[in-house]
Nanobody
Framework: VQLVESGGGLVQPGGSLRLSCAAS????????MGWHRQAPGKQRELVAV???????NYADSVKGRFTISRDNAKNTVYLQMDSLKPEDTAVYYC???????????????WGQGTLVTVSS
């Protein structure tokens, strides 16, 4: 199973970026998918999550600015980031909770991370 992220980069404050993360391999459709981030010197924190049914949850710091979505047919999760601030600078990681053939057993997979830098 592989999670491949893309879309990071350098953006000015107030700008936008869209991150993508595609899960591949011989997998069942992921249940919950999400984005986390880790800024230099800080712990990794949850940014947003989305269930297979489309229910979402966001960190207070990004509510109203970030939007998480997914394409179940493509096993892909997106993070639209608007009104970016310097404090959003971090490595962003996607994760996916993927069921197995064993009922009730799921594994949590992580992407390699993509750097988002918000700076003028």
């Amino acid at each position: 199973v592989q999670l491949v992220e893309s879309g990071g980069g350098l953006v000015q404050p107030g700008g936008s970026l869209r991150l993508s993360c595609a899960a591949s391999g011989s997998i069942l459709s992921p249940s919950t998918m999400g984005w986390h981030r880790q800024a230099p010197g800080k712990q990794r924190e949850l940014v947003a999550v989305i269930t297979s049914g489309g229910s979402t949850n966001y960190a207070d710091s990004v509510k109203g600015r970030f939007t998480i979505s997914r394409d179940n047919a493509k096993n892909t999760v997106y993070l639209q980031m608007d009104s970016l601030k310097p404090e959003d600078t971090a490595v962003y990681y996607c994760n996916a909770l993927i069921p197995t053939e064993t009922p009730g057993l799921k594994y949590n997979y992580w992407g390699q991370g993509t750097l988002v830098t918000v700076s003028s």
